[in-house]
T-cell receptor
Framework: GAGVSQTPSNKVTEKGKYVELRCDPISGHTALYWYRQSLGQGPEFLIYFQGTGAADDSGLPNDRFFAVRPEGSVSTLKIQRTERGDSAVYLC???????????FGPGTRLTVL | QQQVKQSPQSLIVQKGGISIINCAYENTAFDYFPWYQQFPGKGPALLIAIRPDVSEKKEGRFTISFNKSAKQFSLHIMDSQPGDSATYFCAAQPFGNEKLTFGTGTRLTIIP
């Protein structure tokens, strides 16, 4: 079956613009995670969904970042008023639920000019 | 605050040799310790994982050694092959919490 897919694979935007990053989890996976990976660093947790609700959003850096998962499947990470420091690879992962392996997508590389 | 420290940052090993990557943690609430392998342009993929009730876990050429008292764990890759060239991340996860905390990564290069 298909793995986690993320679109777009690359996104270039200008400082101050709004962006949306999409994640399609593995079919049947109820848990979905967003991580951010800066150059030369390990992934950093942003937010975790169980079903439609955000079970843990403690990693979101500030209120410019927001994520939704309205139907418990596809998720969108939204970043308002982008800053150059937001440039990174945004990774999405999904799992069967609590305590199960997290499967990662290929990521969206965001570049803020 | 870096909760999981990983070393070395980069490692070059000859084909057939043993690659060793080390990690240390501070948070005693961590109870799940996975290792991920990442190729350029791809997301991390789970390689092998251990829980603190055992001191060692082996899967094929990959072994995790775990020292609970020292709060350290390491990945050993036996008979390293050029296809093992990738970036490796250790990670840790607390009991009852889905948040993975990753190390900074080790770029491994296996030379012929």
């Amino acid at each position: 079956g298909a793995g986690v897919s993320q679109t777009p694979s690359n996104k270039v935007t200008e400082k101050g613009k709004y962006v949306e990053l999409r994640c399609d989890p593995i079919s049947g996976h109820t848990a979905l995670y967003w991580y951010r990976q800066s150059l030369g660093q390990g992934p950093e947790f942003l937010i975790y969904f169980q079903g439609t609700g955000a079970a843990d959003d403690s990693g979101l850096p500030n209120d410019r970042f927001f994520a939704v998962r309205p139907e418990g499947s596809v998720s969108t990470l939204k970043i308002q008023r982008t800053e150059r420091g937001d440039s990174a690879v945004y990774l999405c992962a999904s799992s069967l639920g609590t305590g199960h392996e997290q499967f990662f997508g290929p990521g969206t590389r965001l570049t803020v000019l | 605050q870096q909760q999981v420290k990983q070393s070395p940052q980069s490692l070059i090993v000859q084909k057939g040799g043993i690659s060793i990557i080390n990690c240390a943690y501070e948070n005693t609430a961590f109870d799940y310790f996975p290792w991920y392998q990442q190729f350029p342009g791809k997301g991390p993929a789970l390689l092998i994982a251990i829980r603190p009730d055992v001191s060692e876990k082996k899967e094929g050429r990959f072994t995790i050694s775990f020292n609970k008292s020292a709060k350290q764990f390491s990945l050993h890759i036996m008979d390293s092959q050029p296809g093992d060239s990738a970036t490796y991340f250790c990670a840790a996860q607390p009991f009852g919490n889905e948040k993975l905390t990753f190390g900074t990564g080790t770029r491994l290069t296996i030379i012929p």
